[in-house]
């Protein structure tokens, strides 16, 4: 997502620009479609028999916290290799690269297997994927849908607003959720998108971020809501959007030339366990029975249709932005948050000044200037941090540096790592894992999803990965006593460092920033 609101800031006021000089695009006429949803589980598969076996009796749904990239896509691939029954594959964003093609390839052959495979990707991220998409719906067994699709303009990032610039408002709401479902039984939840910097293989970026692996209770209620978006309205079949380069359709065997079937895929290099101590999911799925955490669950999510009929103050009151600012003000002793993006607003300020007057400990990671792939999100933060750390607020920023030279989530060699993970613990008793951002976007403009889980022991291990990026991989912020001015506490190793100005950023990223903070309407970060 490098530099997405930067780019859609810079295209609104091109849009605004050339509207009177572009031909209008529009979408196809819409065609009716039956609606479809899931078939129940069918306990005979493997899958079914495994979860079932590492249910203890009178438990609601069962997590494992996979903090580390490389383990998180490999569960993706064991449960597509493993399912029998049926894949169900939703992502803001799938890339037609190592990952993206990775997973492309398992999916055809789940489908060769006769596995029924429903995959839905939002459309904005789509330039470089739609053909090997479009070519993976013509596989039998396999379809795809876009969500909010572009009708024209479809080969570049700009190009596709430019094309439809009467349509600004609709596009500018996005699906911001990802799930991935294998035989109705095994999920995995959380950040994570489909692209190489969401499991630490890009040689440029990388993600700190964070996934869970579900079953149980609450899987069917995941299901439930990816056919509530698979049968919106906002969703179109691939095939009535994306037409086949040089007027061809392309097929199956594009598909399998594109991906690369002769080739090997490529090789995911699994170290022996992660940071919690767990060794590679394969190996349980193996043995029949896995070892998890259990506690009371439900999912939660945004209606398909948030956007669309809603104001932004009804889809405000009835967003998973709230339901997650309704758990944080029931806390009763501390909140650990994480949020790549974090505009709280002056909503939100009211919320952690009531956390504050009663006592409640306050804790929030988030990207530094320098980890910060969204500028443009930074200038909306750096308003409130002041104020926070005012409130009592202990706040910590990721430093780029510190995450490459940690090993902790992964080798990130040379690349810029960044923070992009979405959780909460609350009260050492409570969690949230997912796709939401605690900024203006999520609220009111994106959809978005994730579960809440009551477990003990659940937050222990979500607290533990949380501690190592902030202890390990990040700067303290307090306010200087003297004149209140923000400063940055770090050590080198052997003494504490106070640095008085933004961290590892360049002199033209501060200009930058302090340049459009004053002009950049909060309501579009």
């Known amino acids: 997502m490098t530099s997405a609101l930067t780019r859609l800031f810079r295209m609104v006021l091109l849009c605004a620009g050339t509207a009177a000089l572009v031909a209008c695009g529009s979408l196809p006429p819409a065609h009716e479609r039956a609606a479809q949803t899931a078939a129940q589980p069918d306990p005979s598969t493997r899958l079914a028999k495994i979860a079932a076996d590492s249910t203890p009796p009178g438990e609601h749904s069962g997590f494992r916290l996979m903090p580390l990239g ?298 530094s200037l320098a980890a910060n792939d969204e500028p443009l999100v930074h200038t909306g933060y750096a308003r409130y941090r002041q104020r926070l750390l005012a409130g009592g607020a202990d706040l910590y920023e990721l430093s780029p540096e510190r995450t490459t030279a940690s090993k902790r989530f992964g080798m990130f060699g040379h690349s810029l790592g960044r923070l992009h993970a979405k959780t909460a613990a609350i009260d050492r008793r409570r969690i949230f894992v997912g796709s939401m951002n605690l900024d203006p976007r999520s609220a009111t403009q994106n959809t978005e999803m994730g579960v809440v889980v009551d477990s003990p022991q659940l937050a222990r291990e979500m607290l533990r990965v949380i501690n190592i990026s902030k202890l390990q991989n990040s700067y303290r912020l307090r306010l200087a006593k003297d004149s209140g001015t923000l400063q940055w506490l770090t050590n080198d190793g052997e003494k504490e460092m106070i640095l008085t100005s933004e961290p590892e950023s360049s002199f033209f990223q501060r200009f930058y920033n302090s340049l459009i903070a004053p002009i950049v309407p909060e309501m579009l970060l």
């Open 70 to 367: 490389v383990y998180s896509l490999d569960a993706r691939v064991q449960l597509a290799q493993r399912a029998q029954q049926s894949l169900v594959v939703q992502y803001y964003q799938f890339e037609n690269d190592a990952t993206g093609r990775l997973l492309m390839r398992a999916l055809r052959e789940a489908a060769g297997r006769g596995v029924k495979v429903r995959v839905l990707v939002d459309d904005l991220y789509t330039t470089k994927s739609q053909q090997p998409l479009l070519a993976l719906s013509q596989v039998p067994n396999v379809q795809v849908r876009l969500f909010n699709p572009f009708c024209c303009g479809r080969d570049g990032f700009l190009s596709r607003f430019i094309a439809s610039p009467q349509e600004i408002s609709r596009l500018n709401h996005r699906m911001h959720n990802k799930l991935f479902i294998a035989d109705g039984v095994m999920a995995v939840v959380g950040g994570r998108n489909i692209a190489d910097e969401y499991f630490v293989l890009s040689q440029a970026q990388n993600f700190i971020d964070m996934d869970a692996l579900v079953v149980g209770e609450v899987v069917p209620q995941l299901e439930t809501i990816f056919d509530a978006y698979w049968n919106a309205e906002q969703v179109w079949p691939i095939g009535e959007i994306v037409h086949g380069e040089g007027g061809r359709q392309p097929t199956m065997e594009d598909f399998d030339n594109w991906i690369g079937m002769a080739a090997p895929p490529p090789k995911i290099e699994l170290p022996p366990a992660d940071v919690l101590g767990y060794g590679p999911i394969a190996e349980e799925l193996d043995a029949g029975r896995m070892g998890l955490l259990w506690g009371e669950a439900r999912a939660i999510a945004d209606p398909p249709n948030k956007p669309t009929y809603m104001t932004d103050d009804e889809a405000l009151a009835t967003s998973v932005t709230m339901k997650v600012w309704g758990l944080l003000l029931d806390a009763k002793t501390e909140v650990d948050l994480t949020s790549p993006y974090l505009v709280p607003g002056e909503k939100g300020m009211a919320a952690f000044d009531d956390l504050s007057r009663r006592h409640v400990k306050l804790t929030l990671l988030t990207n």
